[in-house]
């Protein structure tokens, strides 16, 4: 049964740092790229970064978290990270992680490439 677990939010100060965790288990966790999503009240799930399969070469960030987020994964863990420094009160949201099961090399930032999801983690930032 594929499961992933996402951890690690809370509530922090603006400019402060997260770090969130995305536990999985049920599936060989390198096989696939994994996402990054979260959903701020009233507004539709956006993605945020991904990161490809394997050993991870590829990654993509919305413009927004450019080089304030970093993605990671550690197979040997079967845990995919999500890094986040210089916080923001917009960064306020449910956060979520997800696997895309349909590419090979890169890893989508379209919501509908992923078809598992884990429960989200709230992050809310404080100002």
């Known amino acids: 049964d594929v499961q992933l677990q996402a951890s690690g939010g809370g509530l922090v100060q603006a400019g402060g740092s997260l770090r969130l965790s995305c536990a999985a288990s049920?599936?060989?966790?390198?096989?696939?790229?994994i996402g990054w999503f979260r959903r701020a009240p009233g507004k539709e799930r956006e993605a945020v970064t991904c990161?490809?399969?394997?050993?991870?070469?590829?990654?993509h960030y919305a413009d927004s978290v450019q080089g304030r987020f970093t993605i990671s994964r550690d197979n040997a863990k079967n845990t995919a990270y999500l890094q986040m420094d210089r916080l923001k009160p917009e960064d306020t949201a449910v956060y979520y992680c997800?696997?895309?099961?349909?590419?090979?090399?890169?890893?989508?930032?379209?919501?509908?490439?992923?078809?598992?999801w884990g429960q989200g983690t709230q992050v809310t930032v404080s100002s």
């Open positions: 049920g599936f060989t966790f390198d096989d696939y790229a």
């Open positions: 997800a696997i895309d099961r349909t590419v090979f090399y890169h890893c989508s930032m379209d919501r509908e490439s992923y078809d598992k």
């Open positions: 990161i490809s399969r394997g050993g991870g070469s590829t990654t």
